[in-house]
């Protein structure tokens, strides 16, 4: 009987406060979760724009053994402008990650304080009754006890008390120990912070050179006759070139008989969506410079809108070019049966590839400025076959 009182009393000599750990947020987690995804495929297509850049790059030297080319210089800036965009993408979605992370470390600690904190009330209230009972209060228990199923119980329930009173001392413990990694974790993430705010600050900066860049070289276009019309005969060039690739497609097309969907185009003449909301800065046709007294031909029509908005096709068809082409940017070539086909340039960000079928109205970019534009606007045209025609013909009025 003494060294079953006596072990009971050294498992009662075991104290500790009930501990309820903060639980970690759902939604915090689906939100990082959903963050970090962002960051691996914005990181995936930031790699894949570098290699087709690069390729550009390779094709452009290749075919270029002439002077300088003003379009290959435009194009190298708006190359250069598009990977810094696509960094600095990243560079905020990281940061962005990482102030979720704080977010949630605060919140794990706040909480773990929290809790430790209103245990110490208890604790203390714990050791004075302790101290108060004295050392000898469990045999107290024990001895009252009437009978020997009484003190059976009696002891049962000491014992229980005490393997959940060593439980919980060890809940505790384990507690306080996780402070200390989920501090350095909150002190690493908030240098982490820090370096991507301070990283954000310089993309945007040499963003904003990237843009000088192709400003002064606009202006010299603009500016000096010379420059604008050893331009257009670049431009002419690469709208000669545009004319043999859309005829190279629709080649390619017969010989595979394919016949994309949308092949009443032809019966939507004046009743097509517009591709993006803006205003007609560029009408189709033969137009003459304000200051140069030099005419041109214009095979479309230019839009100007805001950066970012939708690019939407105006008809239903399947891509057939999705990628850079020199002077027009970033340009889609949507083929709608029927020998029609529709181009939109001058994008900031494709979202369809080669291949792919297009529903009408479907977004497949967004409006920016790469190619031979200082401005966001996008470059419409409709070809029936390598022949341009009039777009506002073939728009609804508005």
Not at 15 to 41: H, I, M, N, W, Y
Not at 287 to 311: A, L, N, T
Request: aromatic share 8%; hydrophobic share 35%; with cysteine.
């Amino acid at each position: 009987m003494k060294r079953v009182l006596i072990r009971t009393l050294c498992g009662l000599a075991v104290f500790a406060p009930v501990l309820l750990l903060a639980g970690v947020d759902g939604s915090a987690e689906s939100r990082s979760d959903s963050v970090s995804k962002k960051v691996t495929q914005e990181k995936q297509e930031l790699d894949r724009l570098r290699q087709k850049i690069d390729q550009q790059r390779r094709k452009s030297r290749d075919a270029a053994k002439r002077e300088n080319s003003i379009l290959e210089n435009l194009e190298e800036v708006d190359y250069q402008r598009t990977l810094k965009k696509k960094e600095f993408r990243v560079v905020n979605l990281q940061l962005i990650e990482r102030d979720q992370e704080i977010e949630q470390l605060d919140g794990d600690l706040r909480g773990l304080r929290r809790e430790i904190e209103s245990k110490q009330g208890l604790v203390r209230e714990r050791i004075r009754v302790l101290y108060q009972e004295g050392r000898f209060n469990t045999l107290k228990v024990l001895f009252t006890s009437s009978d020997h199923y009484d003190f059976l119980r009696r002891y049962y329930y000491l014992t229980w008390i005490s393997n959940k009173e060593s439980e919980l001392l060890q809940s505790y413990q384990s507690a306080v120990e996780r402070m200390e990694p989920k501090e350095a974790a909150l002190r690493k993430a908030r240098a982490e912070l820090i370096e991507y705010k301070t990283e954000i600050t310089q993309k945007l900066s040499e963003i904003h050179n990237e843009k000088k860049k192709k400003d002064l070289l606009l202006a010299s276009i603009r500016d000096e006759k010379s420059t604008y019309e050893r331009t257009l005969r670049e431009l002419e060039d690469s709208a000669a070139k545009l004319k043999g690739l859309i005829q190279e497609l629709e080649q390619q097309r017969r010989a595979r008989r394919e016949q994309p969907a949308g092949e009443g185009f032809v019966l939507q003449r004046g009743h097509l969506d517009w591709p993006t909301l803006g205003r007609v800065i560029t009408l189709f046709g033969r137009q003459k410079h304000p200051q140069f007294d030099v005419y041109v031909y214009r095979k479309g029509i230019e839009i100007q809108s805001s950066q970012g908005s939708p690019i939407r096709s105006v008809y239903s068809g399947s891509v057939v070019y999705a990628d850079w082409f020199r002077g027009y940017g970033l340009l889609v070539i949507i083929d709608h049966g029927k020998n029609y086909f529709t181009l939109y340039a001058h994008a900031a960000k494709l979202l369809v590839s080669p291949g792919d079928p297009v529903a009408q109205r479907q977004i497949i970019g967004e409006i920016g400025d790469t190619g031979l534009t200082s401005d966001n606007n996008l470059y419409f045209e409709i070809r029936h076959g390598a022949d341009p025609v009039d777009p506002l013909a073939w728009l609804k009025r508005r």
